[in-house]
């Protein structure tokens, strides 16, 4: 028996799923929450840019090398990696599959380690976060048996 986990995620809120074979369905086993990345932009930054002296043109305001929103985005997807890796590294999971809308999909598959982003069988490029269990076994049922 194969157990399989399912992470249905997008950059503020997380589903993760188990389903250990056919007919079994799906069992949630743990929902993470990431409020930060639903402020405003403007909420994330502590205070006004920093100011830059460049010679003969006065001051300028310095913005940020990374959006606020993305850096909170890739801080979540850093957490969900750590716990797909550390399911791996403690024998809890066999395969992996993964459901983020695209944006997000590219910062959960930069922060897996290899050997977790081998167990990954499947990625669907949805927001499925909303969807109730019913139905988002309906969206998988091309990749688990339920």
């Known amino acids: 028996m ?20 056919p007919k079994k ?9 990431h409020p930060e990345s639903r402020e405003k932009a403007s909420d994330l930054v ?3 840019p920093g100011q830059m002296h ?4 006065g001051h300028r305001a310095s913005q940020p090398k990374t959006d606020p929103k993305t850096n ?3 801080n979540f997807a850093q957490e969900l990696a750590r716990e797909l890796n550390h399911g791996r590294s ?12 695209p944006a997000f999909m ?5 922060k897996l380690d290899g050997p977790t982003a081998h167990l990954v069988t499947d990625r669907f490029e ?4 909303k969807s109730a269990e019913k139905e988002l076994a309906g969206h998988l049922e091309s990749c688990i048996f339920l």
């Open 54 to 57: 460049s010679p003969g043109t």
């Open 106 to 110: 590219g910062l959960l598959n930069e």
């Open 2 to 21: 194969t157990t399989t986990w399912i992470l249905v995620a997008n950059a503020s809120q997380a589903k993760l799923y188990s389903n250990n074979g």
């Open 25 to 33: 369905g799906l069992q949630l086993l743990k929902e993470l929450k």
């Open 126 to 129: 949805k927001d499925y976060t």
């Open 90 to 101: 403690s024998g809890q999971i066999e395969r992996l599959i993964l459901v983020a809308p």
């Open 72 to 74: 909170e985005a890739r």
């Open 46 to 48: 502590s205070d006004r």
